[in-house]
């Protein structure tokens, strides 16, 4: 990820490990996008290089940003898909890690039988535990009873 930040104007910005990350998402880039994702990185890397606004960016966000309001993302699509993955991989992580967190306080000793659907049910309301407060507990009965 570092790769592709901008900070020290494209410092760290590496092909081969950047191709490296690419490979690590074999379903958002075919075989064709592979072989043509080092030749667009070299002419974006040019690009940028040259380019006197990209020096003043100093995040990822700030680079997407930049590069959707100067239409540049229309240019470099498969640059501009790897950072939108880069983007919301600390996201999709932490919500796995939250999930997980929730699996191993759900299942205890005491519910080591419990089955996959009851064991899914389960998490999900101990995820959502803040906004299952919010419901009244005479709805819950009125639908149990139905």
Avoid at 114 to 143: Q, R, T
Wanted: hydrophobic fraction near 40%; charged fraction near 30%; proline fraction near 3%.
């Amino acid at each position: 990820m570092s790769c592709l930040s901008p900070c020290d104007n494209f410092n760290a910005f590496d092909i081969p490990n950047i191709l490296k990350l690419a490979e690590k998402y074999p379903y958002d880039f075919n075989e064709e996008e592979k072989r043509r994702l080092p030749v667009q990185l070299g002419n974006y890397f040019d690009c940028v290089k040259k380019d006197k606004q990209f020096a003043n960016l100093d995040d990822l966000s700030s680079l997407v940003m930049f590069m959707v309001s100067t239409n540049i993302h229309v240019t470099y699509t498969l640059v501009y898909r790897l950072l939108k993955l880069v983007l919301v991989l600390p996201v999709v992580t932490a919500t796995v890690e939250r999930c997980f967190s929730a699996t191993r306080n759900v299942k205890t000793d005491l519910r080591n039988r419990i089955g996959d659907e009851n064991l899914s049910d389960s998490c999900v309301c101990y995820i959502e535990k803040d906004w299952l407060k919010k419901v009244a507990l005479d709805d819950v009965w009125i639908d149990f009873k139905k």
